[in-house]
């Protein structure tokens, strides 16, 4: 056996827990729900033996399904919510602690923590912090004679839910932007500054002529992944808002939060509709697709 040989084999060796596990729990995953958007489950008891395949008819289904097509409204709802906010949250903390303050790095590690936490146990806090009566957000309204969300908190009111489902998420995620924008400050020569200022710019000129413009690679990535995250947002629903609270739309009761991947969870695991769930799944990979690839082909017009 040549050396070469053995470290080839050793290496296969040490990869093979990782692929045995990404086979059996990613790859059959993936394509096992594929060949399932294209069959009916008849049988919930045997799901594996007892298939229909009723070829498009799951992905046609969806073009005359009221809730999907409310669910993409809510979601396009959430996005336009949370990218912009999370964009702008991010870069005026990644602005401001590029200084050099006091505790800064206390400071950066303050507004990252809250990224590493699971999304589940951020929508319980922000439960206790919205609740109607004990709420630490009602008891500050009351001081100033604000008592609209008293009765219903902000996640009872169909007008209020999404936006503060979208303020906890943008609080939790922020600083994870702020982190790729202090990185991209950090490479940033002084001397493009140094030479503007001579020049008489000021500081907005000097950031909307120098630093906005570094920065456009950052903010692409995080639009990209603010679109995905929106795609499956579902944790932050589900603990905040359960889908509501509901809001009548053509003589229906719609959810108010009722995003598309809150509907492919009740849609699985509450109407046990599998093959159906599975076609929505494929549905949401192209969207995300479509969206990553419009927004690079923007951001590289631009850049040209």
Do not use: C
């Amino acid at each position: 056996m040549t050396i070469k040989l053995r470290e080839n084999l050793v290496a296969y060796a040490f990869l093979a827990p990782f692929l045995v596990i990404f086979l059996a729990f990613l790859f059959y995953p993936i394509f096992y729900s594929l060949y399932l958007s294209f069959h009916r489950v008849t049988d919930l008891y045997d799901v594996f033996g007892a298939m229909q395949f009723v070829g498009l008819d799951n992905f046609g289904k969806m073009l005359h399904d009221g809730q999907f097509w409310w669910s993409l409204l809510m979601t396009l709802y959430y996005a336009g919510l949370v990218i912009p906010l999370g964009i702008i949250t991010s870069l005026i903390l990644a602005l401001l602690l590029n200084n050099r303050l006091p505790f800064r790095s206390l400071f950066r590690s303050a507004y990252f923590m809250p990224y590493v936490l699971d999304m589940f146990v951020v929508g319980l806090v922000w439960v206790l912090i919205y609740s109607p009566h004990f709420g630490v957000l009602n008891r500050l309204f009351t001081l100033f004679g604000i008592d609209t969300f008293l009765e219903s908190g902000f996640l009872g009111n169909p007008y209020s839910a999404m936006p503060a489902v979208a303020l906890a998420n943008v609080l939790k995620g922020s600083g994870f932007g702020m982190v790729l924008y202090l990185a991209a400050l950090s490479n940033i020569s002084p001397s493009l500054y140094e030479a503007a200022a001579i020049d008489g710019a000021g500081g907005w000129q000097r950031f909307r002529a120098i630093t906005f413009p570094l920065l456009k690679p950052i903010t692409l990535f995080l639009i990209v992944i603010g679109v995905i995250t929106a795609l499956n947002a579902f944790a932050e629903i589900y603990a905040m808002t359960e889908g509501g609270p509901n809001v009548e739309v053509g003589g229906r009761a719609l959810g108010a939060t009722w995003v598309t991947g809150y509907y492919l969870f009740r849609t699985f695991y509450v109407s046990l509709k599998l093959g159906y769930a599975a076609a929505i799944s494929y549905v949401l990979l192209i969207f995300t697709l479509i969206i990553s690839v419009i927004n690079m082909r923007l951001f590289r017009t631009e850049e040209r």
